[in-house]
């Protein structure tokens, strides 16, 4: 039988996370120094937003500064199967808080180095000088250092950059500072709608011969799914020759027209490299004869990845896709390059065509990040830097008239590649990127090449990195990291990312229950000898519970916008990560998943989230105008029950979900004295609150 646990009114607001001190022994309050408005002591370094490492890392380098244990002889580890030897970590301050009189304290570990660990510094007003301060060798073993920094000099930063192996024990860094809170950034909430989007490729939409879209196929996208529909275009397909462009690939035309028409926005994505530039990658071997990468990264292999040039030809294909189906119609004709060559015979080629008026939305590319390929896959945040400036405008035009997104269409919504790590660090590298090399407007404010900022991110039990080998199944979206992750990404764009929107463009479960990423819960996992066992609709209705729970978690965190990894299975027979990620059966009908998204899309799309009121049961307010909405749940992996008093002056409605229908379940809420006993469970339940 199930528990039954029954909870009282709780109230807790969201707040914004404030720096906090550095270590355990260091949480004495500081100490006025006389000059007014300033204190001494271990700086309360906030490290989800001031501390980031440029390398290929999965979260903040906490055992630095918050060393485990009371053994200082072990050096910190930046992380495992790290692909650059040379490791750098920047400390940024806060322009409204001044640093000074800073000395640094490092305790020294196990081991010397040779190269050693150089620290720089970066003083205010210096246009991003660094200044070496020391240069950290592990000469003195299970001793500190003392490094004192030229007084009376507020700074901007510090980078500590060297081989990766050449760590300390533990940092401090002790000085003069203003103290100050954190505030919230004022930024408007998306709507529901947008956290219903999906993920498709081009086949996905298509008669099974590609002749033409498939009414069934798009019809059953477009009515489920609110939110971009993000799709993927080959880039060796799309250019196929250098300078030319591949329109009659997968109907394209028919797609974006189609997509236009029905009301949804349509995400074109690129993945790969153009044909030329995936000729110069080494080939694959396999069975004895030689095949193209076909995921070879948007560059030449040989060319050199910190100059723009070397991301020229993605820059053009993008134009070119801009200006098709963009909003500018003022296109020179010379501009437009078309690929002209026949498929077959007789077949019809694509006319060039400008200023269509079928596409907003446009991502740089997919995953630049991918350190499961190996370095040569991998681009490090500075190089996606370049990538995305070229891209975005051309890298403000110095590759020429043709290059560039908003050179064609300037309307256009610009997202940068989505990141496979769900940590800003790539972000930072990316933003000292522009400092160098697009620099600053003129009302101050840095020209950030992008307008929305966007990650990927799967709940697993193998923590929060993508191909790490540790997963065995998916978790609740509650008992993962994705919303640390969400709040890291928010106070990212609030603090250094221009306050742009965040969006999800990748997350979801597998439903094969032997997938290392299936939603199976632990209560299934104990109730059943073997996985294979646990009935298909259980792990089904498991993967729509966890989808909307996921919406309802990363929304509260500010995230802006969901695209579900994906539409239809890649190939759901098959018991590997992704390929069972589908929320539409091969037959065109819903799955739970998509049935829930879509009931709670109708019943609230236009709802925006608004507080929550008690984190264990899950209690959210969501609110349209004077609507208001509670949804309520238990973030458990198992039958557990319990009730919520909910203040409630009229007699309530409560929602609940149910599958295979296109709306939920509407049914009485009594109350008294005011309070409505509100059943909670594992599914979400919805309830219109009484106007304020």
Same mark, same amino acid.
């Given at each position: 039988m199930s528990r039954i646990l029954v909870f009282g009114l709780l109230f807790v607001a969201l707040g914004c996370s404030s720096p906090s001190a550095q270590s355990a022994d260091a949480a004495a309050p500081p100490v006025p120094t006389g000059e007014p408005g300033y204190v001494r002591g271990v700086l309360p370094l906030d490290l989800n937003t001031m501390v980031y490492q440029q390398n290929n890392v999965n979260g903040p380098p906490t055992e630095l500064f918050f060393p485990t244990g009371s053994d200082l002889t072990k050096t910190f580890n930046p992380g495992h199967g790290l692909l650059t030897d040379e490791h750098a970590i920047v400390i940024d301050f806060p322009p409204q808080w001044e640093a000074k009189n800073l000395t640094l304290r490092i305790y020294d570990g196990s081991g010397e180095f040779s190269p050693g660990q150089r620290y720089y510094a970066v003083a205010r007003g210096t246009n991003g000088a660094e200044q070496l301060v020391h240069t950290f060798t592990g000469s003195r073993y299970n001793e500190s250092a003392t490094v004192d920094l030229p007084p009376n000099t507020v700074y901007e930063r510090l980078v500590l950059r060297g081989p990766k192996n050449a760590q300390p024990a533990k940092l401090e860094i002790i000085g003069d500072y203003r103290p100050f809170k954190p505030t919230a950034v004022p930024r408007p909430r998306a709507p529901l709608a947008d956290f219903t989007g999906t993920n498709a490729f081009p086949w996905n939409f298509n008669k099974a011969d590609g002749s033409g879209l498939s009414d069934e196929k798009f019809g059953a996208i477009s009515r489920t799914f609110g939110g971009v529909l993000r799709m993927y275009v080959e880039l060796e397909k799309f250019v196929p020759a250098a300078g030319q462009h591949q329109f009659q690939y997968w109907n394209l035309d028919q797609l974006a027209q189609r997509a236009r028409a029905d009301g949804r926005e349509l995400l074109i994505t690129f993945v790969h490299a153009t044909r030329a530039e995936m000729e110069t990658w080494p080939k694959n071997t396999y069975q004895g004869k030689e095949y193209p990468d076909t995921d070879a990264s948007p560059y030449a292999f040989t060319a050199d990845l910190m100059q723009e040039a070397a991301y020229k030809p993605s820059g053009e294909a993008a134009y070119q896709m801009a200006a098709r189906y963009g909003f500018n119609a003022r296109i020179p004709d010379a501009s437009l390059k078309v690929y002209t060559v026949p498929a077959y015979p007789n077949a019809?080629?694509?006319?060039?065509?400008?200023?269509? @008026?079928y596409v907003r939305y446009y991502e740089a590319h997919n995953e630049l990040d991918k350190d499961w390929k190996g370095l040569s896959h991998y681009m490090s945040g500075w190089k996606m830097g370049l990538h995305q400036s070229v891209i975005y405008d051309g890298a403000q035009g110095r590759m020429g008239p043709g290059c560039g997104i908003k050179t064609a269409?300037?309307?256009? /919504?610009v997202l940068n590649a989505g990141l496979a790590k769900a940590t800003p660090d790539a972000f930072r590298g990316m933003v000292d990127c522009w400092k160098k090399t697009r620099g600053y407007k003129a009302d101050g404010r840095l020209d950030i090449p992008l307008d929305q900022w966007n990650y990927h991110q799967y709940a697993s039990d193998g923590g929060s990195a993508q191909h790490g080998g540790q997963q065995? +199944?998916?978790?609740?979206p509650e008992n993962s990291h994705l919303g640390a992750a969400a709040r890291r990404m928010v106070a990212f764009s609030a603090l250094y990312g221009g306050g742009k929107p965040v969006v999800l463009t990748e997350t979801g479960y597998d439903v094969h229950p032997l997938s290392p990423l299936a939603a199976i819960r632990a209560a299934d996992v104990a109730a059943y000898?073997? +996985?294979e066992l646990i009935p298909a609709v259980r792990i089904q209705r498991t993967q729509g519970l966890w989808t909307l729970r996921t919406l309802l978690e990363v929304a509260a965190h500010g995230i802006d @916008?969901?695209?579900?990894?994906q539409a239809f299975d890649d190939n759901g027979a098959l018991p590997y990560v992704y390929q069972s990620c589908g929320l539409l059966n091969p037959d065109n009908t819903r799955r739970p998943a998509a049935d829930f998204l879509l009931q709670t899309r109708t019943l609230m799309g236009k709802y925006t989230f608004r507080e929550r009121r008690s984190e264990n049961p899950r /209690?959210?307010?969501?609110?349209n105008g004077t609507a +208001?909405?509670?949804?309520?749940?238990?973030p458990v992996e198992s039958d557990q029950v319990g009730a919520y008093s909910l203040p409630l002056k009229t007699k309530g409605i409560l929602y609940t979900l149910v599958i295979g229908a296109a709306r939920m379940a509407e049914g009485k809420l009594p109350t008294k004295n005011g309070v409505a006993v509100v059943p909670v469970s594992e599914t979400p339940v919805f309830v219109p609150l009484s106007a304020d």
């Open positions: 019809p080629v694509a006319l060039p065509r400008k200023g269509l @008026g269409d300037p309307s256009a /919504v065995t +199944r998916g978790i609740a000898p073997k +996985r @916008g969901i695209a579900w990894y /209690v959210d307010i969501w609110e +208001r909405m509670a949804v309520l749940w238990l």
